[in-house]
């Protein structure tokens, strides 16, 4: 059966189109040319005057795995009883929810009606993948993903302390993702959660690794090249050291430097670009990491933008995860080391607009947003749920849009934060097409997703449909259409029909060879073996529900 | 290798050994031993009691019953359905299964408007009491391999719970950071304690300080007081002398990776959280300026697993709700043919393991697959970051539990959740 969105006012910046009125038809999924008379067109959508852009992708959202679940069961206080409605009652039922820890169903739908077509769980810890990959398993509507966390692996740190070739490195990074059924690679303060369970409580770029005389530099100069050499296409994801320290600023600049000119995304750059000026010590240096980003075009960067209110902090960075316990509101907090493999900290926070530092570091994601120069590369996330939930994506969209919002919501916050930013300085409004580059076609680019957040010919049918309004919060929280591979989900903002989605990931070529090492390092130090740490197809096939979508890589 | 393990599988040909994986995960406790070979299946050796006896199961030749009458599987659905349909206030209850039956009873809940629990309810709920008051900081299985000098272990014996913990964890050959045969093993309290496990490769005697289990919450206060440098007067405290505690406080600071373990099932009294809770504190006190960390042990007929795919599907953690507040009582043991209901006046439909034994019979009776045993699932391990996946050791045609209660949400048809 052929659908077709008739008279639509398309944004796709993949192919230069801002605003360009056609007709946009769909078979089986995809998006066809215009086909000819003799075939019958089933359905019929009259979308005359409305915005069509692809359904969004988020690039870096926390929706499944250890730390996600724990976060969960940490804060029962904020979960809220609620009555479901069709069809999400028929697979949730009465169920308990909160935006900053949505069960898997509530994940789903959230993002569906918000016009995401996609979310990327950006820090599996390999060893937990599997719960990671239940997780998104069970989450309706959406395609998933996930990146592989290394850089704290004995097995990695092994490697590079024995100074082993690099071959031996990228057979590794390639087998991890065919094992975790990943599509990236991530590093979180990279060699920090290793020396973190040798009792050390910093981590600076350049500071040897006390057991294993390596730095966080080399790791990140030996993970960027397997990416590259292996020929991801997603850059490698990187979570610099220092996290929310005062001046980390120039450990970030620096890390920019690390992978000799190599492509790396450096992530939640907000909790990364703080400085030390004023009488309080914590100020913004957003201007320099975003002349520094407009300046090194192998760099590209996603902000965590904060949004004030209550959320929880879930990372894999449990040395400074452990440090930040200390302001957790509810004072409560989870920390663990991980299988030799990783690690996770949970701390719930409460981001408010009366609190200095909160204030500075949402003035601070606003202005990276606005001082770098091209949308293809930063993106529009809050680290969900650490900076805020995804459902506050429309909100934000709107503060960069809309200058005098933004302006106001500035007036309202703490006043030394306000003596302390150039915000208000500032006059640049997103353009619609500035943030479907951002929301769409920059990131299917950067993770390598061919044939989505474009709405070209051959393209997955994942689109979304607009009414324009002043007002773009309410235009982005509620659109009238969202087709998920070309059936009609969700109608004037509610879910129609429940689908599950897929999940990608990217399997380069690589010597199996290197299984030799990898089964004796696990027969030697772990307590399972090698075997069950490899997913199949077949288990994330488990139940029905889902499917691998896997991508071509280096092609 | 391989081969020689076929040659064995042949001659010996017991049963319908699985031979497509080389090593199965046993589900019999929270460890999920994964060195399971087909080979040891078949001939019983095992190093572990539990495995011997999970292993040992016949679970071919079940029958579907109602009111313990055999009859055919179709009926038997019909009549849960029936029970369920009259039901105004069911239970689903026992919930013994992997991640896939905590998924398909999280649907048949949702269907039946139905309270959920599981047979450890008491015991996880422990745990998370701890959890939800102040969080906690710990570790897991492989970590403890490769690092822990000094092992703690509070109130318990762990082998009671978890046979080969020490075995796979504790004197193992080699360690990437310390040296397993040096470490120091102490047991602080308990009852009946099997410590026999903590003797070194060398022989060298574990250290006991023994207290009872009633007290055990005073010397935990006082240990953590010592820990964090606070006074404490006089010379005992329950009969354990302060200078003991003042040595093993500065043994767990001394550590490079001081573990300290708790079984939640041993800590079985009133308020019993309090004492995990000064475990898991002492812990955050020694994490200040040296590393520690918390071990919670045991576990068992898939509690975590249900525990975490409840969390992940409804947002929120299990419940222990009162079976005096409930008509119909849904009772999985997809585990153990022992696990059972109490006695009970409401109406029991038990989806059960094809052994299960009845001292009375239930109200319908449904055979389940056992997973990693007649089918294969995925497990989570006792220290919760682990999923490993279950295998048919002796693969059967017992239909699965989401299999049945596919079938029996289908006679209840659409009710659409909270209907």
């Not at chain 1, 929810?97 to 509530?106: L, M």
């Not at chain 1, 290793?194 to 530099?217: G, V």
């Not at chain 2, 009491?129 to 970590?143: A, D, N, P, S």
């Amino acid at each position: 059966m052929i659908t077709l969105l008739k008279n639509a006012k398309v944004i796709d910046p993949a192919h230069n189109k801002n605003g360009v009125v056609q007709d946009i038809y769909i078979r089986d999924g995809r998006i066809i040319a215009k086909p000819a008379d003799s075939e019958k067109i089933g359905q019929v959508f009259d979308v005359n005057g409305k915005i069509v852009m692809a359904g969004a992708i988020d690039m870096h959202s926390h929706i499944g795995g250890g730390k996600v679940n724990i976060a969960r069961m940490l804060l029962p206080e904020y979960q809220e009883m609620r009555r479901m409605q069709e069809p999400e009652a028929h697979i949730c039922g009465a169920n308990c929810s909160h935006h900053a820890t949505p069960n898997t169903t509530d994940t789903g739908m959230r993002y569906i009606e918000m016009g995401y077509t996609a979310a990327f769980e950006p820090a599996i810890l390999a060893v937990n993948a599997r719960q990671a990959h239940m997780e998104m398993g069970d989450t309706p509507m959406i395609d998933k993903g996930g990146y592989a966390m290394l850089g704290n692996d004995d097995y990695l740190l092994r490697l590079l302390s024995q100074n082993a070739d690099q071959k031996a490195i990228n057979d590794y990074v390639a087998w991890t993702l065919h094992a975790t059924q990943t599509i990236g690679i991530k590093v979180v303060n990279p060699g920090g959660i290793s020396a973190f369970k040798f009792n050390e409580r910093r981590q600076d770029l350049d500071q040897q690794h006390s057991y294993y005389h390596i730095t966080p530099r080399r790791i990140l100069q030996a993970l960027s090249r397997a990416v590259n050499e292996l020929g991801i296409a997603k850059p490698l994801h990187v979570h610099c050291n220092n996290l929310g320290v005062a001046g980390n600023f120039q450990t970030t600049l620096d890390t920019m430097g690390a992978s000799d000119g190599l492509p790396m995304h450096l992530t939640h750059i907000q909790f990364h670009s703080y400085g030390t000026e004023g009488d309080k010590k914590f100020s913004s240096a957003a201007a320099n990491i975003a002349e520094a980003i407009n300046k090194n075009k192998h760099i590209t960067a996603d902000v965590g933008q904060i949004l004030f209110g209550q959320t929880v902090t879930a990372s894999g960075d449990n040395m400074m995860q452990h440090l930040n316990a200390k302001v957790a509101n509810p004072k409560k907090s989870v920390i663990m080391d991980i299988e030799c493999d990783a690690g996770c900290g949970v701390v719930p926070f409460k981001y408010r607009d009366e609190n200095y530092v909160n204030a500075l570091q949402w003035a601070i994601g606003l202005e990276v947003f606005l001082s770098v120069d091209d949308p293809w590369r930063v993106f529009l996330t809050t680290d969900h749920p650490n900076g805020a939930p995804f459902t506050t994506y429309p909100h934000l969209i709107r503060l960069l849009m809309d200058k005098s919002f933004r302006n106001d919501a500035f007036d309202k916050l703490n006043l030394d934060a306000q003596a302390m930013s150039n915000l208000k300085s500032l006059d640049r409004e997103y353009s619609l097409y500035e943030i479907a580059t951002m929301t769409r076609s920059a990131p299917a680019k950067l993770i390598g997703l061919q044939d989505r957040g474009h709405l070209g010919v051959g393209a997955a049918a994942d689109i979304t449909v607009y009414t324009e309004q002043p007002d773009k919060e309410a235009m982005f929280a509620k659109p009238d259409l969202v087709f998920k591979d070309g059936e009609l989900v969700v109608k004037e903002g509610k879910v129609v029909k429940v689908v599950w989605g897929a999940t990608h990931t990217a399997k380069p070529a690589f010597d199996i060879g290197v299984e030799k090492d990898i089964k004796q390092y696990f027969d030697r130090y772990h307590t399972m073996q090698m075997q069950h740490f490899k997913i199949s197809n077949d288990h994330i096939a488990e139940d029905g529900r889902n499917h691998v979508i896997n991508h071509v890589q280096g092609a | 290798m391989t081969l020689v393990f076929y040659r064995r599988k042949r001659e010996t040909n017991l049963d319908m050994i699985n031979t497509e994986y080389i090593m199965h995960a046993c589900p019999a406790c929270g460890l999920l031993c994964d060195d399971i070979s087909g080979d040891a299946i078949a001939r019983q050796q095992f190093s572990c009691g539990k495995a011997a006896k999970f292993y040992a199961r016949k679970t071919t030749d079940a029958q579907p019953q109602v009111d313990g009458r055999p009859v055919a599987l179709a009926d038997a659905v019909k009549a849960a359905a029936a029970l369920l349909q009259q039901s105004k206030a069911p239970l689903v209850a026992g919930s013994s299964t992997d991640v896939h039956g905590a998924r398909a009873l999280v649907s048949l809940a949702n269907h039946t408007g139905a309270a959920m629990t599981h047979l450890n309810a008491s015991s996880t709920l422990r745990n998370m009491k701890v959890l939800q008051h102040r969080g906690w900081q710990t570790t897991t299985l492989t970590e403890v391999r490769n690092r822990a000098d000094v092992i703690l272990m509070i109130g318990t014996d762990v082998v009671t719970h978890n046979a080969r913990f020490f075995e796979r964890v504790v004197w193992v050959d080699e360690a990437m950071f310390t040296e397993p045969g040096a470490r120091q093993i102490i047991y602080l309290g308990g009852d009946k304690l099997k410590t026999q496990a903590g003797v070194a490769p060398d022989g060298r005697a574990p250290q006991v300080i023994a207290c009872p289990p009633e007290h055990l919450p005073e010397v935990v206060a006082a240990l953590r007081a010592l820990v964090m440098d606070k006074p404490v007067t006089g010379e005992s405290v329950a009969g354990v002398a302060v200078n003991t505690l003042k040595t093993l406080a500065a043994t767990l600071k001394a550590a490079k990776y001081a573990t300290l373990v708790w079984v939640s099932k041993d800590l079985h009294y009133d308020h019993a959280e309090l004492i995990i809770e000064n475990i898991t504190e002492t812990v955050v006190a020694l994490n200040q300026k040296t590393r520690a960390m918390g071990l919670s042990l045991g576990g068992s007929d898939g509690d975590t697993s249900v525990n975490y795919a409840h969390t992940w599907l409804n947002g929120v953690i299990i419940d222990a709700p009162n079976w005096q507040d409930h008509d119909v009582v849904v009772w999985v043991n997809s585990f153990s043919p022992e696990a059972m209901p109490a006695e009970s006046e409401v109406p029991v439909i038990v989806l059960g393991a094809p052994d299960s034994k009845f001292s009375t019979p239930p109200a319908v009776f449904i055979p389940v697959a056992t997973p990693g045993l007649d089918t294969g699932g995925q497990q989570f391990r006792v220290d919760g970051s682990v999923t490993l996946p279950l295998t048919a050791a002796k693969p059967s045609n017992v239909s699965t539990l989401s299999q049945v209660v596919a079938m029996i949400e289908k006679v209840l048809g659409n009710k659409g959740g909270e209907a």
